[in-house]
């Protein structure tokens, strides 16, 4: 698999916000995927390049944000309004099938994955 350079994340306390980024050149999708300790990798955001749809995981409608910038090829995720259970570590995958929806953490239509970046929310 082909590897997607991402960045951002960190520590912040409950509350904070944190941005991360995902560049990611001629995606049909680009999903935003976490992982937290013992837990399975659940998907939390993804954007569709044909028509921009975004969708999001019930747990952070209305505190995280998928934007994307088709100049820069990067695809944000603004997380707002952290709370400690958003602790682990996300990852963006991107599907350049046409088949590919980056909804599932396991779909074999997700052709490259980024490195994986820690978001750490203490209370």
């Known amino acids: 698999l082909a590897q997607l350079m991402q960045s951002g994340g960190g520590s912040v306390q409950a509350g904070g916000s944190l941005r991360l980024s995902c560049l990611a050149s001629?995606?049909?999708?680009v999903g935003w995927f976490r992982q937290a300790p013992g837990k399975e990798r659940e998907g939390v955001a993804r954007i569709y390049s044909a028509n921009g749809g975004r969708y999001y995981a019930d747990s952070v409608k209305g505190r995280f944000t998928i934007s994307r910038d088709n100049a820069k090829s990067t695809v944000y995720l603004q997380m707002g309004s952290l709370k400690p259970e958003d602790t682990g570590t996300y990852y963006c995958a991107a599907s350049f099938q046409e088949e590919g929806t980056c909804r599932d953490a396991s779909s074999t239509t997700l052709d490259a994955w980024g490195q994986g970046t820690l978001v750490s929310v203490s209370s």
């Open positions: 001629g995606a049909r999708c």
